[in-house]
């Protein structure tokens, strides 16, 4: 008879398993081991012959879970479909894996569960992915979800997070527990991250703690990001940043005014780079800039002279270890002084809310979530950089 081995879980985990609570939401430090509880939520009710569903913010994140679950489950899997992250087991259960980052709030329209897992719940914009597609995919079996997130400030996820501590809302509980509450990580070892690490960074990720407003880089994101686009005005100045990618990676253009508004930002994949350099040359007939700063990396330094043998003024930008840092601290700390306005923009948002420090080999820096993108930031911060460093003189549109 074919056997499936869940995992063992520890007490903290086999607490939050044994809830009868419908609406769970796990907000733990790292190595708290959060994947292991969503995978045995998961497993568990499949055996049961239920169909479940796993979210993950980025493709990468959903795919590890996909063939960590295809492995467990391998001798009751019935028929599995790898492009569509979809299986079905011997015993009756379904098992659908989707990412959050190719419009699954979309396709997975008319789809029912009786389970589905949330997971790094914080990372996601809003809550409008979860009340208006993922929730309504629980009423035909009056399902159940768990939400497993490190916290990312106070967003809606620390709104679920109330929900599970309201004594009104007896379909909800939430736990707040740190990365020490896992016996396999030596406290040693979390002593030393504390010495190491600003102190925020630890309260976020080690200590699951909701801080005020965003994550560990960035800050006042709402507030600062309050404009509109707006196209060119008679007397004013202009310079853009340009973040170049293809294929998986975006590339972005971000106009900045002499006030360090925002009035525009641009994001486009899939097009070559002969197209990629025609649409630049277009926004810059718009805006008339008197600097493009521009990522100087691998094609960008082509790019750039193909670009300047047009006429257009732009300039490279080396991004490495040692630059980045100073390139995303100014931006943040002209977002936290209020020094600059950015557009309301879902993607940068999005963006700027995930971004964080990461420890290296070489010290700390700055990077997305692992499968996510950064582009509109870098932009962002490269137009910054521009207009503080280099200025702009008066263009006239006639």
């Known amino acids: 008879m074919n ?226 686009p707006r196209e060119a005005e008679s007397g004013e100045r202009y310079v853009f940043g340009v973040d170049w990618g293809k294929e998986h990676d975006f590339t972005a253009i971000s106009v900045m005014n002499r006030a360090g508004e925002q009035v525009w930002l641009e994001r486009f994949n899939q097009v070559g780079w002969a197209l990629q350099r025609g649409r630049l040359a277009a926004l810059y007939e718009r805006y008339r800039p008197h600097l493009i700063l521009a990522e100087e990396n691998s094609v960008g330094s082509v790019n750039i002279e193909a670009l300047r043998a047009e006429g257009l003024p732009i300039q490279g930008f080396q991004t490495t270890f040692k630059s980045k840092g100073p390139l995303i601290e100014a931006l943040a700390l002209a977002m936290e002084r209020g020094e600059v306005t950015l557009l309301n923009e879902p993607v940068l948002k999005h963006e700027l809310m995930a971004y964080a420090l990461y420890p290296t080999s070489r010290g700390w820096g700055y990077s997305a979530p692992s499968g996510g993108h950064d582009d509109t930031v870098m932009a962002t911060a490269l137009s910054l950089w521009a207009m503080q460093r280099y200025g702009a003189p008066i263009i006239s549109f006639a």
């Open 3 to 228: 056997t499936v081995e869940l995992a063992i879980l520890y007490k903290a985990q086999q607490m939050i398993a044994d809830s009868k609570a419908r609406f769970k939401v796990l907000a733990c430090g790292r190595r708290f081991g959060k994947t292991t509880v969503a995978m045995d939520a998961l497993a568990t009710r499949l055996l049961d012959g239920q169909q479940v569903a796993y979210f993950a913010p980025t493709f990468r994140m959903g795919a590890e879970v996909w063939r960590e679950l295809k492995t467990l489950l391998s001798p009751v899997v019935k028929t599995s479909t790898e492009h569509e992250w979809r299986m079905e087991l011997h015993t009756g259960g379904v098992l659908e894996c989707w990412s959050l980052a190719n419009q699954a709030a979309e396709t997975v329209r008319g789809r029912r569960y009786h389970y589905v897992v949330v997971d790094e719940a914080a990372l996601l914009e809003s809550a409008a992915i979860w009340q208006g597609a993922i929730r309504p995919l629980l009423t035909d079996f009056s399902g159940g979800a768990l939400f497993a997130s490190t916290p990312r400030g106070r967003n809606w996820f620390w709104q679920l997070y109330l929900n599970g501590q309201d004594a009104g809302m007896p379909e909800w509980e939430s736990w707040r527990l740190p990365t020490t509450a896992n016996p396999s990580i030596p406290l040693e070892e979390v002593a030393a991250a504390r010495r190491d690490i600003p102190e925020r960074y630890f309260q976020q990720e080690y200590g699951a703690t909701f801080l005020d407003d965003g994550g560990a880089v960035f800050r006042q994101i709402e507030p600062v990001c309050s404009g509109v």
